[in-house]
């Protein structure tokens, strides 16, 4: 039995993303010693510029990061609000409105840019002596003893630990090295992003417009005349999209979005990644475990995606915080399927539930237009069924993890 003197730490993460760092201080928090390792360089926070990335954060989400020790660390000016959402399709007149106050919520979620929250993270994780973060660090190998794992790295450190974590993405090196098989399906389509600022005002309301190519979404950001867009849409006409000056990016946004918010008076360097789902065959092998990309992902016409990863970290940190306060092995397998059995068929679920509505509205058949818009509008009368559909998007309702369950 190896001893506790004997590792480097109770637990390696490799991935120091929102994902991969919030993991990190969960665990951080409860006393466990943790190495924190990534590739890429340390973002500096002063360095950055305005940060087209940006994330609709759930209330579960919300309570994750307080208890990650982080929220408190966003600044007023990081946060934006969304109190409505708008979704309506381009061919025809249905729609559908959802609004917090119905169900006596001060709120529905946050725009807050990726930027931000690593810099949250890393901020409380330079605070704790018990997690040690080392930069442009890249794992080569890994090595399973008796009751212990061995990572070696590029440049010739090894670490040993109970438990390895890979929260590095999609290309995730750590998910390569545990020979997991990682099936993906590409969507043939890219996503546009960027800030913008409008004629109108957003009036805190996020807003979708499905279009045959694929959904535009508008989010509010906290000055009332700018809102980040991710507009998905075929990767030729994205390539078009970035071609073209910014009078005529303006111009084809304001039309493809019916001039909701009026004209687009300026915009922010477009930035542009392709979109793909996938889904890892196992989360868990011994002494392994994968969060968020390097597990799985999704489309982003609902916005889900770092949600999905920050419920995957918090149920792994509680799995992993439990075993250790029992003096139990947290890298043992039947340990870590508690975790895979909770995360994965939760993620499926919402992954292919994406894929129905991403096909439904892109047909551009009529019988099934006009079955969309029947749907909208139906559903937009139904109260009951839209404000059940409103708490399980914004985290208040369904299988979560107790760290995204209470205040903290």
Known sequence: MTTSEELDADVIVVGGGIIGGTFACLLGQAGLNVILMD?????????????????????????ILKKAGAWNRLHDEDIAYFRKMH????????????????????TMGYIISHQAIVDALQEKLLEMDNVRCLWSVSPAFIKEEENAIVLGTEDGLQFKSRL???????????????????????????????????????????????????????????????????????????QRLTGID????????????????????????????????????????????????????????AGLGANLGLLDAAMLAEVVVDSSQRDRDPGRLQVLRRYERRRKGENQNVMYLLDGFKHLFESQLQSVQWLRNFGLDTLDSLPVVKHAILRRAMGLKGDLPEYARRQH
């Open 87 to 106: 979704v309506w399709d381009e061919h025809g007149l249905g729609e559908i409105n959802f609004d917090c106050a119905a169900i006596c919520q001060s």
């Open 164 to 238: 390895l974590v890979g929260a590095d993405g999609h290309n995730s090196k750590l998910r390569s090295l545990a020979n997991i098989h990682y099936k993906k399906h590409d969507y043939k389509q890219s996503a546009l992003g960027c800030i913008v600022t409008t004629e109108f005002a957003h009036g805190e309301i996020a807003r979708q417009r499905f279009l045959k190519r694929g959904p535009l979404a508008f989010l509010p950001m906290q000055d009332p005349h700018q809102s980040a867009i991710v507009w998905s849409t075929s990767p030729d006409h994205v």
């Open 246 to 301: 910014k009078a005529g990016f303006h111009f084809e946004l304001a039309e493809s979005f019916g001039h909701e918010l009026g004209d687009i008076k300026d915009s922010t360097e477009r930035t542009v990644f392709p979109l793909s789902r996938a889904q890892a065959d196992n989360y868990t092998k011994s002494r392994i475990a994968l969060i968020g990309d390097s597990a799985h992902t999704v489309h982003p016409l």
């Open 39 to 63: 590739a890429g360089l340390r973002q500096v926070s002063s360095l950055k510029k305005t940060d087209p990335r940006v994330f609709a954060i759930t209330l579960a989400s919300e309570k």
